[in-house]
RNA sequence: CGGGGCGUAGCGCAGUCUGGUAGCGCACCUGUUUUGGGAACAGGGGGUCGGGAGUUCGAAUCUCUCCGCCCCGACCA
């Protein structure tokens, strides 16, 4: 993509409203704008962050068996009386009527549509286990919303529903997201704990939350430090493995992690005092294991092997994925600004032309465009007519984890620059090596599951 | 919902107390000179002062009312 065609409107200064970082380098970034209270357009730079999450959730849960879908935004009333949850969830519903007078709402969830879907078509339990899942706008009118996309009322979100037949099964199938959403954070170049949660509104009896450290996290949490240092790494899952995904979610859990909520002081002094940590998380998923719940009332039953009719047990997950945008630059930016993982940048690198109009550097730069392109790379080429400073001011703000400055001071040796956004650290070397240095840093984290 | 604050050009703000018909910086347009870390000069375009009602000869400014946004608290991906 060449600068001067795209659509990135950078800001200099800091909208007044903006209280966090990732607040503000998003709406700096030219990224996002604000329609109504927690309500954002997606411009088109965080557009393609967006769906690059999206497809990176996307491709771990495919690998991890489960089955994407796409359920609608609006929902029926009637539904979510059948759970008794149409009163139960309060005023964070947005209700609507339509013109024939028939209730309607948002989706803030959706655990009674998805049991409507299965029981209209699974009757035995053949057909399972079954995990479906979709990654759809949600709704919930926050009574406060703040911090931009953190905590929006209109947020992108992933979520996922387990159909098993007995409740080892769905406890399986809850150790397997657990594995898949670890392996998920860390390919987005995130560290996210997982903790012990409350289950809230949604309710059951076995619930993690993950949780991205931050200071402008939401949630209180409390951990031993050695949590931190546990890492998936590269190896081998295998997702149909029960006791694999059970030992990892023991692995992983086996140390003390709490969110405020389930947190025991008396439990926590337990831990040397030189490991206890309290502080704030951005809570980036959560996982839930409710049994028949919803089974039950909206009868989703099954017939079992011995010809009896059972309720199915079911559990739910979510990632939130609009959010994740907002907790990656959280954990990575600095004075200038973004620093994005190369799992998620929306562009593989910028090439910075120092002087545009030049013969030269002009050809130079269009040469490397193409060939990276060719590569199968994105480049966005700064070809504005701009001075040297205003061109690096933009691309630090943006954070395109490589940049390639080409200038004639370089090219009058055969030499441009390759500079990571990350360390600052620059490397000269002749243009026709850079596609091939590209190609070889995005190998690492292009890993895409057959699906 | 309780408490606090704000609404003036795309963004950041001054002007409001003490009424006299709107200004600064950035951004934008034109030109000249510049050009390896957000250039300088000159010229220029852009505003229903959040909406409505009232007071007044006259309202961004005073009064009433509605709307929107932000911050602190209880809830949540």
Request: charged share 30%; net charge negative.
């Amino acid at each position: 993509m060449r600068l001067s065609r795209y659509f990135l409107p950078v800001l200099k200064e800091i909208p007044s409203e903006a209280q966090i970082v990732s607040h503000r380098l998003m709406l700096r970034a030219g990224m996002i704008k604000q329609q109504a209270a927690g309500i954002y357009s997606w411009l088109p730079m965080g557009f393609k962050v967006l769906r690059r999450l999206e497809q990176i959730v996307h491709e771990e849960q495919l690998r991890a068996g489960h089955l994407p879908m796409l359920m609608p935004t609006i929902q029926s009333a009637d539904l979510w009386r059948e759970s008794n949850r149409y009163e139960a969830y309060g005023p964070e519903m947005l209700r609507m009527r339509d013109r024939h007078d028939r209730d309607l709402l948002y989706g803030p969830t959706n655990e009674e549509m998805i049991t409507d879907i299965f029981r209209a078509h699974v009757s035995t339990y053949k057909e399972l286990p079954l995990t479906l899942y979709h990654i759809q706008w949600k709704f919930r009118d926050e009574i406060r919303p703040r911090f931009g996309v953190m905590r929006g009322r209109e947020f992108f979100m992933k979520d996922g529903y387990n159909f098993d037949l007995s409740k080892e099964d769905a406890l399986h199938a809850y150790n397997r997201h657990f594995v898949s959403y670890l392996r998920t954070y860390e390919r987005l170049g995130l560290q996210a704990i997982p903790m012990r949660a409350d289950s809230g509104p949604i309710g059951g009896e076995d619930t993690h939350e993950f949780l991205v450290l931050a200071e402008t996290g939401e949630s209180k949490v409390h951990y031993d430090s050695k949590v931190t240092e546990i890492r998936l790494g590269e190896r081998e899952i295998n997702y149909d493995d029960v006791d694999q995904c059970k030992s990892i979610l023991e692995e992983f859990t086996a140390l003390y992690a709490r969110t405020e909520e389930t947190h025991s002081e008396a439990e926590f002094t337990h831990i040397p005092v030189e490991r206890r940590r309290s502080a704030r998380g951005i809570e980036v998923g959560q996982i839930f294991y409710f049994g028949t719940k919803y089974s039950e009332p909206m009868r989703a039953v099954v017939q079992n092997a011995e010809g009896q009719t059972v309720p199915v047990h079911m559990g739910s997950h979510g990632i939130g994925v609009s959010r994740l945008a907002a907790a990656v630059i959280e954990a990575s930016h600095d004075e200038a600004g973004i620093i994005w993982p190369e799992a998620v940048t929306p562009f593989h690198c910028g090439i910075v032309n120092l002087k545009q109009g030049d013969k030269t550097t002009d050809a130079a730069c269009e040469t490397l465009y193409e060939k990276i392109t060719q590569c199968g790379l994105e480049p966005l080429y700064d070809d504005r007519v701009e001075r040297a400073g205003a061109k690096f001011a933009t691309i630090d703000l943006i954070g395109l984890p490589w940049r390639i400055t080409v200038g004639p001071r370089g090219l009058k040796n055969s030499v441009v620059e390759l500079t990571s956004r990350r360390t600052g650290k620059s490397e000269e070397c002749p243009p026709e090596m850079i596609p091939d240095k590209l190609t070889k840093i995005y190998k690492r984290t292009d890993d895409h599951p057959s699906a």
